[in-house]
């Protein structure tokens, strides 16, 4: 069988060659942008406008938000371009999401195929298929000393995968991920009945999954299939890891540990396919052959410890995908990375594979681990300790990898081992590259240099320089962790947020922007200087006061809401825990319009019995119109005296309402019973007359 796949790998690299002298040179795939539109898939509403230069507006008002040259004319935009703009974006965001999707689907992937282990006969028939003469030597080295089982493991191990790899067969492709039929399906989903061709090749590409997966093997009956697959000793190669998984079980005598690892297949969110309708018709993306041999590495394979030996040494073991001796089974430390299992990452060679997590389950207690800094490198931003104020916490990066532990924390229902975090993290950050290039480091999360910091950011006081960074111009600027950026705000964006700057804080940064008004009339000369801080250097927007005191000194409960009214007629409330004590939000709903109860209550009421209200601004609405922020109104400030009053009379209301409801009904029905008294026996007497 190895022989076979060195062959089809061959035939595979000489009909590419071929292909490429063909074919004109062109860039099929490239990574995506650092500054791509969906980045702000993950983000919140606040954070996305962060830039924006706040300022106080009436309610009757909007704040105008205007991006770039304020002096171009967006006429001249095409419509083509904006549309396609548009379709970009979507399907960025779209790429994104399906890779978030597919984390819990391969999480319970890997733990039913570990259910199959467990089946008694799948167990008997492989233990069965093993030669007595390989189970002999098992036993023999059960009975010798500990060094000597120590050096020998190995060559016992390497000989099973061998004899594996000569008994047991590949006839059906595994499971893997196509790039291209994926961005083929979704770009021209709507460009499919432009005409007949485009049609019937959109149809077929939808239709003819098998030539962009391969022929799978059909599981309609769970393990029976699994089973007549083990008869037959033929499956694909995933399959084939889990029957060599279940004979180590079985022949390998002693205490030990097995682990199944599984490199998640998810979709590749940081790749652009260029000309992919020209590929697609062309035939580039299609599965070459049953075995897989476009796929270098394994999605499989499988982790040995054996604590009496040695509680520190690992052995890696790939039944299937590797020719070298030295990669079939790899004796290493708990603590090393190994570079062995990582696919390419240059993109003229290997698009088909790329991980972003490996993840391991125990055979004895089933618990899911996150294993990936042992095999994926430059992953040291999932184990920073990170502040409040760090990008990083919005990366998509580590927005995936925090939706990843979230679902191992609920599938595993208990804690996560802390030695194992341990000894995740020590691999992490110490298996790391230095960025050459200017776009290596705007791609990653692990590095930063000064002059790539955005204005609302900026490094920490004791940030300490990592290495130092040579630009095209022979110039040199240092590199710093991305840890120690602090992201910055404004005091009015921190309010929004519900946050109070702490009292004697200093700005962290100082920012030049120009005003809304003066853009508006295009005085580009009036900057103002913009105040910026942290959220360390914030705290909980405290209450309202409830008191105060006179010019006496002495204390006074306050009652009257206008000592709460800022200068546009309101209050601003963006956080419930803000509200004064002595007074209620009411909110408002499209049911029973409470501002109009409370003037029908209001007239002919002295003054001192006439309810007062507030209408409380609780933030600002970022979508209603492009460009714009909008303040929100969602609720009243009242007195608590007065709230009882206002919740009687919404109660009143909709008592009201329902009766008018009912009184209509009635009418309707006292109608329909008179026409029927007087004219419904018209009807009858037609009829009647024409039976006749």
């Given amino acids: 069988m190895a022989k076979r796949l060195l062959e089809s790998s061959q035939n595979d690299q000489a009909n590419r060659k071929n292909s490429k002298i063909e074919k004109k040179e062109v860039s099929f795939y490239e990574e995506e942008e650092t500054d791509d539109s969906f980045d702000s898939f993950y983000q919140d509403e ?24 304020i002096r171009r004319d967006r006429e001249k935009v095409s419509n083509y371009k904006r549309k396609h703009n548009k379709k970009a974006f979507n399907y960025q965001r779209l790429k994104y999401g399906l890779h978030l999707i ?6 319970f992937l890997l733990k039913s195929r570990m ?50 790899r000569s008994n047991y067969k590949m006839n059906s492709n595994g499971i893997r991920q196509n790039f291209n039929r994926l961005q083929y399906l979704i770009k021209y989903a709507d460009n499919q009945n432009e005409n007949s061709i485009s049609e019937s090749t959109y149809k077929k590409v939808l239709e003819n999954q098998q030539e962009f997966y391969g022929n799978r093997p059909l599981i309609n009956h769970g393990v029976e299939d699994i089973r007549k697959m083990a008869k037959r000793k033929m499956a694909n190669r995933d399959i084939l890891t889990l029957f060599f998984f279940i004979i180590l079980e079985n022949v390998l005598p002693g205490p030990k540990k097995l682990y199944l690892c599984f490199a998640l297949p998810l979709h590749d969110y940081d790749i652009r396919c260029n000309k992919v309708k020209w590929q697609i018709e ?7 052959n049953r075995f897989d041999s476009d796929l270098i590495q394994p999605y499989f394979w499988i982790e040995l410890e054996v604590p009496t030996l040695s509680d520190g040494e690992l052995y890696i073991i790939d039944p299937i995908a590797h020719l070298g001796e030295r990669e079939m089974v790899l004796k290493t430390r708990k603590d090393q990375f190994v570079p062995t299992y990582q696919p390419s990452v240059d993109m003229k060679y290997n698009l088909n594979q790329k991980f972003h997590y490996v993840v391991r389950i125990n055979h004895a207690e089933k618990v899911l681990q996150d294993v990936s800094p042992r095999y994926v490198p430059n992953v040291c931003y999932r184990y920073f300790e990170l502040s409040e104020s760090s990008p990083i916490l919005k990366s ?10 979230k679902w191992l924390k609920v599938l595993n229902k208990k804690k996560a081992s802390v030695h194992h975090y341990a000894i995740m993290k020590k691999i992490a950050l110490t298996n790391f590259t230095l960025p050459k290039s200017v776009t290596e480091i705007k791609r990653t999360d692990n590095f930063v240099i000064p002059s790539l910091l955005k204005s609302n950011e900026v490094l920490k006081a004791c940030a300490k320089q990592a290495a130092t960074f040579t630009k095209g111009d022979n110039s040199q600027e240092p590199i710093f962790w991305r840890r120690d950026v602090i992201q910055l705000k404004s005091k009015q964006h921190w309010a929004i947020l519900g946050r109070s700057i702490l009292p004697n804080a200093q700005p962290l940064k100082r920012k030049k922007y120009l005003p809304m008004r003066e853009r508006m009339v295009r005085n580009l000369d009036k900057y103002v200087i913009k105040e910026l801080f942290s959220y360390e250097q914030t705290m909980k927007s405290p209450k309202y006061p409830s008191t105060y005191c006179d010019h006496l000194g002495q204390e006074h409960v306050i009652t009257d809401l206008s000592h709460y009214k800022n200068k546009f007629g309101n209050i601003e409330i963006y956080s419930k825990e803000t509200k ?22 209001n007239k002919g009421k002295r003054r001192m019995q006439k309810i007062k209200y507030l209408d409380v601004v609780s933030g600002f609405d970022f979508k209603q119109k492009k460009g714009h922020a909008i303040p929100k109104i969602e609720s009243i400030l009242v007195k608590e005296t007065d709230y009882k009053v206002v919740q009687l009379l919404k109660q009143q209301t909709k008592v009201l309402l329902g009766l008018s409801f009912w009184d209509i009904l009635l009418r309707k029905l006292r109608v329909n019973d008179r026409l029927n008294a007087e004219y419904g026996n018209v009807g009858n007497k037609e009829e009647t007359l024409d039976d006749h």
Avoid at 56 to 66: C, K, N, P, Q
Avoid at 282 to 288: A, D, E, L, T
Avoid at 396 to 405: G, M, V
């Fill in 282 to 288: 062309h035939g580039i993306g299609k599965v070459p």
């Fill in 396 to 405: 998509k990066h580590y927005t995936s990898y925090q939706y990843l532990s």
């Fill in 102 to 107: 597919m984390i819990p689907f391969m999480l």
């Fill in 46 to 69: 606040e954070d996305d406008l962060s830039d924006i230069d706040w300022e106080e507006v009436s309610l009757d008002g909007s704040l105008t938000v205007t991006f770039g040259n």
């Fill in 580 to 601: 004064p004590d002595g007074f209620e939000l009411i909110p408002l709903s499209k049911e029973v319009d409470i501002k109009c109860l409370i003037k029908e209550y």
């Fill in 115 to 164: 259910k199959w282990i467990d089946d008694e006969r799948l167990n008997r028939r492989l233990r069965r298929s093993v030669p007595k003469l390989i189970g002999k030597k098992f036993k023999d080295w059960d009975v010798r000393d500990p060094a000597f089982k120590m050096d020998s493991l190995r060559t016992l191990l390497l000989g099973l995968v061998l004899w594996f």
